[in-house]
């Protein structure tokens, strides 16, 4: 191997490095968000329960009635851009990762998990061992990913507050007791 082959495989190994390391950088980014996004709606939602199951505020204070919604629901819609955003890069950084990767070989991690992902049987052999080990994404596992499980989680947030502005503009409490 010459000295600029030997230097073009130690940089694609440091990039090889890089990259996985900002996907999984990435990939806790969008957790950590999407975890401080269901706080904050559960915080609007318990409010919105709180002040109407306790006290029937919204019906004293009809802006309010409309301001928790309406926040609420501005807050799941910045929540889905947020998801959309970073299950984009993190997508990309996958991509990236797997791309550098095909010039490591044998290296196949990001590429195995790939099939997994997609349903797929991957087989791993070792020494020792007469059975190889394989991996399969299960039917349930297999059902939704991240990111349609957290755009899911969005919309029934989104949905909440929806049904609590329909129900103050429809004259109604938020337990949907007449006036």
Known sequence: ?????????????IGYQVAAQLWAYEGRGIWSTFNAMVVANAIVVA????????TGIFQKQELLGWILPLFGLLLSLLWR??????????HYRVLSTRDLERHLSPVQSV??????????QVSFTFP??????????????????????????VTLFA???LVVLYLV???LNVCGLPK
């Open 47 to 54: 409010a919105v329960v709180a002040a109407e199951g306790a």
């Open 1 to 13: 191997m010459t000295d600029d082959e030997t230097r073009k495989q130690e940089n694609v190994q």
């Open 128 to 153: 020792g061992e007469v059975e190889p080990r394989t991996v399969r994404m299960s039917f349930i596992g297999g059902l939704l990913r991240g990111k349609q499980l957290a755009l899911g989680v």
């Open 159 to 161: 949905t909440f507050h």
């Open 169 to 171: 503009s429809a004259d």
């Open 81 to 90: 851009a947020l998801v959309e955003r970073g299950f984009t890069i993190h």
């Open 111 to 120: 590429a195995c998990g790939a099939k997994v992902n997609d349903g797929g």
